[in-house]
């Protein structure tokens, strides 16, 4: 097996057991397809454009199979551009993802104070082994996890470094965005209030914002979980690289018992 998440053929991705997520033995985590999605957007014309928010919504479990990524734009201005994509697994639609992406500009505009993480950085947070799931080879394997606040066996939020320990896709070097996107679906995992062995918090979608792409190999996810006996839930992230707070991501969730 590649030790990939992704190994390309002709213009589909063949999905390895890198992928694989807590729920189902033959699905995908959310996190890889999410940041083949974004790879997807950044590869659209112009050039010099940033992707400032992304959503993607499963339709169905993404399995651990051939995907096809179908990335359109939809209105292109000087300064902004609106995309649309699509995920087909065996010419099923299993994901659907827009985003916008914004021109970034040559002349320095005013900034916000930069805001450091409130809290360890990776190499003085807890390394924790990955979640026990059927599999060996699994996204939770293939991701590094340092807990600065918090841990995965104590419910509510918590505070997470993640490093990609293979690349997106065979071969080519792992981008900024792709880091993020990896790394931000995880957001209901590490802050469940609830045992992922017993119940369920599976989220619908993902949306992150970017307001400057991540320095470095290691991204935060500082999340925090929400829920109501009605079965519904959100989780709320803000995301952090080693020196700045980069952008936030949110999940809609879905409560239940397995």
Known sequence: MSDAFYVADGDSFVST?????PWDARAQHAGPPAALVGRAFERLDPSGFQVARLTMEVL???????LHIDAQPV????????????VTSDGVEIA????WRIRTSDEPTPA???????????????????????APESYFGAMEW????????????????????????????????????????SGNGISAELDFRTDLFINTDLTVHLFRMPEGEWVCIDAQTRQDANGIG???????????????GAQALLIGSR
């Open 96 to 99: 659907r993802a827009s985003a």
């Open 60 to 66: 169905k479990p993404i399995p651990i199979a051939r």
């Open 112 to 134: 916000t104070p930069v805001e450091a993480p409130p809290f360890a950085g990776p190499s003085d947070s807890l390394e924790l082994p990955p979640v026990p799931v059927e």
């Open 234 to 248: 959100v989780a709320q992230s803000i995301i952090w690289d080693e020196q700045h707070r980069i952008g936030a």
């Open 17 to 21: 057991e890198w992928t694989r997520g």
């Open 75 to 86: 209105r292109t201005g000087r300064r902004v551009q609106y995309a649309t994509a699509t």
């Open 146 to 185: 340092r807990y600065a606040r918090g841990t995965f066996t104590e419910p509510g939020p918590a505070s997470v470094w993640m490093r990609m320990r293979m690349p997106l896709l065979e071969g080519e070097p792992i981008a900024p965005l792709s880091r993020v996107l990896s790394a931000a679906d």
